[in-house]
């Protein structure tokens, strides 16, 4: 598997009273996104304001990792852990949801997380993770303009679980400098 390594310390922690409330409906609109519909990740428009599209996306990456541990964590540590990630993933199968589709979800997830957790610490933090909402954001020329569609979720989506894939793992690498600076290993 291809991994990048960041030299950046894990993200300092969000505040304790964080709101969930972005990162739930951000988690609602991409469970719920279909053919002809796009997610947006701020109300905001960014025509090169680099530092406003980074605030807000830090803001709804904190309130989305919040939502995760709110909801699937078991503990309050502010850092996402794979087991906590899978959980989550897992939760939003149908109450039907068979023993191979659970597994599947599983598998998708890890998969995921892996290309995710970027320093490889085995917490994915909210960096991170706006990284990876950037990604989603990004379109084929690179370009962040707070929303993405359902088309581009869908080519995200198949090379973020392709584990043969290393176009996701650069373009989290990317925007995470982009966004936070860094060096890579």
Not at 95 to 122: M, S
Not at 172 to 179: C, V
Request: hydrophobic share 30%; glycine share 6%; with cysteine.
């Amino acid at each position: 598997q291809y991994t990048i390594k960041q030299n950046n310390q894990a993200a300092e922690k969000w505040d304790a009273n964080q709101s969930t409330d972005a990162g739930s409906k951000f988690d609602n609109a991409t469970q719920n996104i279909s053919e002809g519909q796009e997610v947006k990740l701020t109300d905001n428009t960014y025509s090169g304001n680099k530092a406003g599209y980074t605030e807000d996306l830090s803001n709804l990456a904190k309130s989305y990792a919040a939502h995760i541990e709110n909801t699937e964590g078991n503990t309050k540590d502010q850092k996402i852990t794979l087991q906590e990630f899978i959980r989550h993933e897992l939760s939003k199968l149908p109450a039907d949801a068979t023993e191979q589709d659970k597994y599947n979800a599983q598998q998708l997830a890890t998969i995921t997380y892996n290309k995710v957790d970027l320093n490889q610490d085995g917490q994915a933090d909210w960096k991170e993770l706006a990284a990876l909402m950037a990604t989603y954001d990004s379109d084929s020329q690179g370009k962040l303009d707070g929303k993405f569609s359902y088309n581009e979720a869908e080519v995200w989506a198949n090379n973020l679980c392709d584990t043969t894939s290393t176009v996701v793992s650069q373009k989290l690498q990317e925007n995470y400098k982009k966004l936070f600076g860094g060096d890579s290993e």
